[in-house]
């Protein structure tokens, strides 16, 4: 039972365009989401994130946006370099009172950017 | 050191032995994760750690896994009588507060453990 979906394994896009990464869950509970980033024989690195009481937050070149009624949530990346090519993990945590926020994993996208 | 730290990288053992996997957070940062990791899976939840406190260990799939973070720092997963299905990656995590919305955590390098 999978509760946080990423249902394309690789993604392909030239250099210069728009890289556009999906993610669903299933979680009702969950009111933060993250995606985080992860080179080959590397952990994976907190890329960007967002709250459940917004549907948009941007850092550079990346945007997450949320929507909640659809249990969706899509990282944009603009313009994509070949720098982004990496697996790109989508994550989801439910407010734990009191407690660390474990994260509920999807199974990643492999972003490829062609130069 | 500056990030997580696990050791060993990669350690492959005979069914049966016991193996004991290690993090080192980064200084400072109270909670502490460990995630499982199959080939082609995102991390999975395995136990978490405030401080030396044990919070939450539902994660662990049966009672041959254990963790200890006995000074609020270095944590040690420890599984017992290794079977095949337990190859993976394991990988650690910290973060520097107990919940809020700014606590993403920081992940080692991991351990790529294979039972052979």
């Known amino acids: 039972d999978q509760q946080v979906k990423q249902n394309s394994p690789s993604l392909s896009v030239q250099e210069g365009r728009i890289s556009i990464l999906n993610c669903d869950y299933t979680n009702s509970m969950f009111d933060y989401f993250l995606w985080y980033k992860k080179y080959p024989a590397e952990g994976p690195t907190f890329l960007i994130s967002i709250s459940s009481i917004k549907d948009k937050n941007e850092d550079g070149r990346f945007t997450v946006f949320l929507n909640k009624s659809a249990k969706h949530l899509s990282l944009h990346i603009v313009p994509s370099q070949p720098g982004d090519s990496a697996v790109y993990f989508c994550?989801?945590?439910?407010?734990?009172?009191?407690?660390?926020?474990?994260?509920?994993f999807g199974s990643g996208t492999q972003l490829t950017v062609l130069p | 050191g500056a990030g997580v730290s696990q050791s060993p990288r990669y350690k492959v053992t005979k069914r049966g032995q016991d193996v004991a996997l290690r993090c080192d957070p980064i200084?400072?940062?109270?909670?502490l994760y460990w995630y499982r990791q199959a080939l082609g899976q995102g991390p999975e939840f395995l136990t978490y750690f405030n401080y030396e406190a044990q919070q939450d260990k539902s994660g662990l799939p049966n009672d041959r896994f254990s963790a200890e973070r006995p000074e609020g720092s270095i944590s040690t997963l420890t599984i017992q009588r290794t079977e095949q299905r337990d190859s993976a990656m394991y990988r650690c995590?910290?973060?520097?507060?107990?919940?809020?919305?700014?606590?993403?955590?920081?992940f080692g390098q991991g351990t790529r453990l294979t039972v052979v």
């Open positions: 995590a910290s973060s520097p507060g107990m919940g809020g919305l700014n606590t993403e955590a920081f």
């Open positions: 200084s400072g940062h109270v909670s």
């Open positions: 994550a989801a945590s439910a407010s734990l009172s009191g407690s660390a926020r474990q994260l509920t």
